[in-house]
């Protein structure tokens, strides 16, 4: 399986960016896809995960601003990032799971500057 993000980039606060992540390979029905970010120093952690069946979790620190969403067809996650801040500024990773493992994709880089 791998997995292609793209959709990072340099945004001032305030605005707006949309993640998209696209899995290919043997590919297992029932899989959970989630977005993680790390930034310099930090550890990596979950922004937000969302099921096949669309069912959804955010990280406290991106409620209200932060959407996933995913189009099972393409096998593609998307986040639909808000009203970003300084401290988003991260790396941002894709992540499918599904009965045969977990696997990532390269991260993709999000700067939050003025």
């Known amino acids: 399986v791998q997995l292609q993000a793209s959709g990072g980039g340099l945004v001032q606060p305030g605005g707006s960016l949309r993640l998209s992540c696209a899995a290919s390979?043997?590919?297992?029905?029932?899989?959970?896809m989630e977005w993680y970010r790390q930034a310099p120093g930090k550890q990596r952690g979950l922004v937000a995960r969302i099921t096949r069946g669309g069912s959804t979790n955010y990280a406290d620190s991106v409620k209200g601003r932060f959407t996933i969403s995913r189009d099972n067809a393409k096998n593609t996650v998307f986040l639909q990032m808000n009203a970003l801040k300084p401290e988003d500024t991260a790396t941002y990773y894709c992540k499918l799971a599904d009965m045969y493992g977990d696997y990532w994709g390269k991260g993709t880089q999000v700067t939050v500057s003025s």
């Open positions: 390979g043997r590919i297992f029905s029932f899989n959970v």
